[in-house]
């Protein structure tokens, strides 16, 4: 019988667990060893340069920016689309007619793939046609209107905002799941006790949708770290790598420059920024059944 | 679901409150519909100038109403005969990664529920962190692998990849739905002579039909909507897939502004028809799986 069992777990288990070896974690470790060469993507050869390429890192202006970059995505990620789906959320899980149609439109831009997302955006950008600037334009601002993608103080703002137009509908999806299980006694037991909504709101709800803000901030900061598509999409990291992103970045040292040991040392970095973030993560989250139910 | 307005207001309540609540409501109402249209805005231009032809464009702008709807912008689209092959490679990548995917999250999702070991609970979560990080960190040493064993510029890397990136959240998923059955159900089938394969296929399958379901949406939604992969493990046109070809047609089409509309809207269309069609299964998988974005 013991030995039928573990036929069975091997026989399931091997070929899951031998994909994952040597698709996602193999290469994870060979990336440690392509950042200390000086690989050019073409050639076979290289040649070991130690910490060249991490000494190389922290001496790159490029990277500083990335890196700076990345940080401000995330402290956007952690704002506008959570409290937007914050406050989203809580308008539309009452049960208020037509609060399924307006649920759905929000949802809507989540199955949209981020080429599409950024392309949307880049009509809304477009310096002579485009919404936003026609918008200032016809009220008078025209000081305002500029080619938002073009311009390096506006680049980087302007992509963050087409990104967080889907996030905010994601965000409002796990903050809808998380009010479901707000117990409608408390709520009554606080309306007993003369509360009103904005202190049943702040006392109650609030913090019973801690796990919700949990999962809604880890997407927000793990999302940030892998943005890549759109940047790619609506500006390439520039204009003079105003919009470049650790991600952004990384593909433009190996893919265009062919630089792959550098990228190597780039992903590397990007790595152990997510490590860190993941196991701040999982200790917020005690187990992960608890997570989603 | 009970709404905190309603719970907020009593039922029997003076008729000054009664008109409060009405006003709150239409307050509710009247922000929402101008949210959510701010919020569809994006989205409008795109499928407003799909229709219009490039001199209208040129004459009002992309987002005057169009005078008459025309299948101009489509029918070139499609007429290109690089769309239908993007579109092709799309299916023919997303399908069988979908499948694979789904299935090794089965085998590997009923061991660790239904079959554990010592160290499975250490196991399961080295897999399902595999969900966290981002792809750029095993881009170098793939994109190596894939040109040494000749499958660079085919359709395989992606097919593959996309399997094992899908192991994480298909296992996490199965995992938890298999432990909300009765291992007693496991149990009794074993006793009347089956063994584990058949206990999966025959007992669990069928049972777990609404995980895979939401799986499928998930998946399908995710490959289809990739942009990363396909750029780097790609170069020729006839192995490009959809996202990939929308962004190399846009120089081909830079100033036909509704025939690239008309081609972003054709990529999101069967993203779009499983979110009319599957919303419930997609939402639910979109919360459970909302750390991988």
């Given amino acids: 019988m013991v030995r039928s069992r573990w036929f069975w777990r091997i026989t399931f288990l091997s070929i899951p667990l031998l994909l994952y070896l040597v698709i996602v974690v193999g290469p994870l470790l060979y990336s440690f060893f392509f950042s200390l060469t000086d690989w050019n993507g073409f050639s076979y050869d290289f040649n070991f340069v130690g910490l060249d390429n991490f000494a190389k890192i922290f001496e790159d202006p ?131 006790d003369g509360a009103n909504y904005r202190q049943s709101l702040v006392r109650v709800v ?73 196991a701040f993560y999982f200790r917020q989250v005690r187990s992960l059944e608890n997570l989603y139910d | 679901m009970t709404s905190l307005v309603r719970t907020a207001a009593a039922p029997q309540v003076a008729d000054d409150d009664k008109v409060r609540r009405r006003l709150t409501l239409a307050a509710l109402y009247l922000s929402l519909t101008i949210i959510v249209l701010l919020y569809s805005l994006p989205g409008l231009g795109v499928i407003i100038s799909s229709f219009k032809t490039t001199e209208e464009i040129s004459r009002g702008g992309l987002w005057s109403v169009p005078t008459h709807i025309n299948f101009d912008n489509y029918g070139e689209a499609w007429n290109n005969g690089n769309v239908r092959t993007y579109v092709v490679n799309s299916f023919l990548v997303t399908i069988p990664a979908t499948f694979g995917s789904i299935l090794i999250g089965l085998l590997s999702g009923y061991v660790f529920s239904k079959l554990p070991f010592r160290g499975s609970e250490w196991l399961f979560v080295f897999v399902v962190a595999g969900m966290f990080f981002p792809p750029q960190i095993v881009l170098i040493p793939l994109f190596r692998l894939f040109n040494s064993i000749g499958l660079y510029d085919t359709l395989w890397p992606m097919i593959i990849v996309h399997t094992a990136f899908g192991l994480p959240i298909c296992t996490l998923l199965m995992r938890n739905f298999f432990s909300a059955i009765p291992t007693a159900l496991r149990d009794a089938a074993v006793i009347d002579g089956a063994n584990e394969g058949q206990v999966l296929l025959r007992v669990f399958l069928p049972l777990s039909l609404p995980a895979v379901a939401v799986l499928a949406t998930l998946q399908f939604t995710w490959i289809w909507n990739d942009f990363l992969w396909p750029l780097i493990f790609t170069q020729s046109d006839n192995m490009r897939t959809v996202m990939v070809g929308l962004v190399t047609l846009k120089g081909q089409y830079s100033v036909a502004w509704g025939v690239q509309g008309a081609m972003a809207i054709i990529a999101s269309i069967p993203t779009l028809l499983i979110f009319v069609f599957f919303q419930r299964y997609f939402i639910q998988g979109m919360t459970l799986g909302a750390v991988k974005g």
């Fill in chain 1, 62 to 192: 490029l990277f500083g920016g990335a890196i700076k970059n990345t940080v401000i995505w995330m402290v956007a990620a952690l704002t506008i689309p959570t409290l937007g789906g914050l406050a989203l959320a809580l308008a539309l899980q009452t049960q208020l007619r037509g609060a399924r149609l307006f649920k759905s439109l929000f949802y809507l831009p989540i199955c949209l793939s981020l080429v599409v997302v950024g392309q949307i955006w880049i009509w809304i950008y477009q310096p002579r046609w485009g919404l936003l600037n026609l918008t200032l334009d016809s009220v008078g601002l025209m000081d305002v209107s500029r080619a938002w993608l073009a311009s390096p103080e506006t680049a980087l703002a302007s992509v963050i905002v087409a990104w967080g137009w889907q996030q905010t509908g994601l965000a409002m999806v796990i903050f809808l799941a998380g009010l479901t299980s707000v117990p409608t006694e408390l709520l009554e037991a606080a309306q007993i």
């Fill in chain 1, 206 to 278: 609030i913090p019973l949708l801690q796990p919700a803000t949990v999962v809604v901030i880890a997407l927000a900061v793990i999302n940030s770290l892998k943005s890549f598509d759109i940047v790619y999409i609506m500006t390439g990291g520039g204009p003079f790598h105003s919009s470049d992103t650790l991600a952004m970045m990384m593909y433009n040292e190996s893919f265009k420059k062919y630089f792959m040991g550098y990228g190597s040392a780039i992903s590397v970095v990007l790595f152990l920024i997510a490590l860190v973030l993941i």
